[in-house]
Nanobody, 123 residues
């Protein structure tokens, strides 16, 4: 099973940007989606964005649409989450995961979860 490792989190101020990375342990053949999810303290894990393995389809939560961009670099087995115009409401642990087959917005349908990277937006 492929393993995913997130990085790139940190402490930033409102309005700043961050780029998260999700690196896969090996190249995967087949149809799959890489999803980004986040979980704030005391809240449920929520969908943020996802990308089809080829990059031809991307999906975003309404709360991040226009501010976040998901992209991939196949040569590096890496999916990125570019986050702009960050607000305190974006503070959470961010996770990437994989889903094979059809797209889903449900975290329970994803597997191969990374350990997460913490994003804190505060002045």
């Amino acid at each position: 099973q492929v393993q995913l490792v997130e990085s790139g989190g940190g402490l930033v101020q409102p309005g700043d940007s961050l780029r998260l990375s999700c690196v896969a342990s090996r190249r995967t053949v087949g149809s799959y989606y890489t999803g980004w999810f986040r979980q704030a303290p005391g809240k449920e894990r929520e969908f943020v964005a996802a990308m089809y393995w080829s990059g031809e389809r991307t999906f975003y939560a309404d709360s991040v649409k226009g501010r976040f961009t998901v992209s991939g670099d196949h040569a590096k087995n890496t999916v990125y989450l570019q986050m702009n115009s960050l607000t305190p409401e974006d503070t959470a642990d961010y996770y990437c995961a994989r889903k094979y087959g059809s797209m889903s917005y449900n975290s329970g349908d994803f597997s191969s979860w990374g350990q997460g990277t913490q994003v804190t937006v505060s002045s």
